[in-house]
């Protein structure tokens, strides 16, 4: 449960990285990773930040966008990054980040999807919980589909 000292948090507070090394398992019939498969990790990092701003379980409510915007293969280490960017009396906005890099370089990175999720917070009982308002961070609080952080 959120509590009830908690009346705000910043979008820092809410913030995850997922990283994960694609295999050949991930691929499609053309020999990119599947967008199913990036899309379930964009979902995983999007539901922790979400977790993580309403001190309870969130659940998925909306993907409003999905834009993959390069191919990643196999052996790329692709880096899911996530954070609430608004924060209704339920709900939650997340913007996600999605870049590539080989596993075993350092660069380039490439942004390869961006996504905005809407998740509403539930409490035991699977109803709507109240969330802590989003106190902005200024400069840090610019929504990640700004920049590739």
């Not at 996530?82 to 490439?110: F, H, I, Q, Y």
């Not at 999720?117 to 539930?122: D, G, M, N, P, T």
């Amino acid at each position: 449960m959120t509590s009830p000292s908690v009346l705000s948090r910043t979008p820092a507070d809410s913030a995850v990285t997922l990283a994960h090394i694609m295999s050949d398992h991930d691929t499609n019939l053309y020999g990119t990773v599947h967008g199913g498969v990036m899309m379930k990790l964009i979902d995983d990092a999007a539901a922790a930040a979400a977790g993580r701003h309403a001190g309870v379980p969130a659940v998925t409510v909306s993907v409003r966008e999905m834009s993959f915007l390069a191919p990643v293969k196999a052996g790329d280490l692709l880096t899911v990054r996530a954070r609430v960017g608004r924060a209704g009396r339920t709900s939650m906005d997340v913007s996600v980040v999605v870049t590539s890099e080989r596993w075993n370089l350092a660069g380039p990175v490439t942004r390869v999807a961006t996504a905005q999720l809407v998740f509403v917070a539930v409490d035991s009982e699977g109803k709507p919980h109240p969330v802590p308002e989003l106190a902005p961070e200024g400069d840090a609080d610019r929504p990640l589909g700004g920049s590739a952080e």
